[in-house]
Nanobody, 121 residues
Framework: QVQLVESGGGLVQPGGSLRLSCAASGGIFSIDVMGWYRQAPGNERELVAR???????NYADSVKGRFTVSRDNAKTTVYLQMNSLNAEDTAVYYCYVTAKSSRVSPLYIYWGQGTQVTVSS
């Protein structure tokens, strides 16, 4: 069973920084995409950033130039470095991976438990 464990959320002042981490473990054969969504109260969940197995990276326009997504060499942990945070970044952040449990299994999407990021003075 694939598990994603997130860490790094919290309260930060406007202009501050946070780094989120998400470690994948369990019955993983291969990971295709790793990334982050976020959901603020009353809003739909939106893609923040993602990184594919070949290293392609995409960001939401609202975070370009401020957030950086990366992964470790083993490609089982994804990070989100968030700089110049503002109140609009306040949300629950969810990591996700698309992964196979075997060579012949389909890709499934797996979600982390979510971590709260609050930007406030």
């Amino acid at each position: 069973q694939v598990q994603l464990v997130e860490s790094g959320g919290g309260l930060v002042q406007p202009g501050g920084s946070l780094r989120l981490s998400c470690a994948a473990s369990g019955g993983i054969f291969s990971i295709d995409v790793m990334g982050w969504y976020r959901q603020a109260p009353g809003n739909e969940r939106e893609l923040v950033a993602r990184i594919t197995s070949d290293g392609s990276i995409n960001y939401a326009d609202s975070v370009k130039g401020r957030f950086t997504v990366s992964r470790d060499n083993a490609k089982t942990t994804v990070y989100l470095q968030m700089n110049s945070l503002n109140a609009e970044d306040t949300a629950v952040y969810y990591c996700y991976v698309t992964a196979k449990s075997s060579r012949v299994s389909p890709l499934y999407i797996y979600w982390g438990q979510g971590t709260q990021v609050t930007v406030s003075s």
